[in-house]
Nanobody, 119 residues
Framework: QVQLVESGGGLVQPGGSLRLSCAAS????????MGWYRQAPGKQRELVAA???????NYADAVKGRFTISRDNAKNTVYMQMNSLKPEDTALYSC?????????????WGQGTQVTVSS
């Protein structure tokens, strides 16, 4: 079994910054892509940013230039630095990981961390 635990969410004023972390633990041989998704009330979940094991990244257009995703493969941890936050960034942010485990390939999700951008 693999667990993903997110941290770093909270309440921040517009223009502020937050850093999200997501640590994967359990029976993991390797982790391929890791990503951050978000879901705002009444909206579908959307990809925010993703990063491969080799460090290639992609971002949603809405966050390009403001958010930066990174990862520490030795710690099975992915981070996302969020700068210049806007009220429309308010959402539940969830971590996703494509893993290779003793049972094979599997995708796991964290429980999510709430980000609220408001004055």
């Amino acid at each position: 079994q693999v667990q993903l635990v997110e941290s770093g969410g909270g309440l921040v004023q517009p223009g502020g910054s937050l850093r999200l972390s997501c640590a994967a633990s359990g029976s993991i041989f390797s982790i391929n892509a890791m990503g951050w998704y978000r879901q705002a009330p009444g909206k579908q979940r959307e990809l925010v940013a993703a990063i491969t094991s080799g460090g290639s990244t992609n971002y949603a257009d809405a966050v390009k230039g403001r958010f930066t995703i990174s990862r520490d493969n030795a710690k099975n941890t992915v981070y996302m630095q969020m700068n210049s936050l806007k009220p429309e960034d308010t959402a539940l942010y969830s971590c996703n990981a494509d893993t290779r485990t003793p049972l094979g390939l599997a995708e796991y999700w964290g429980q999510g961390t709430q980000v609220t951008v408001s004055s």
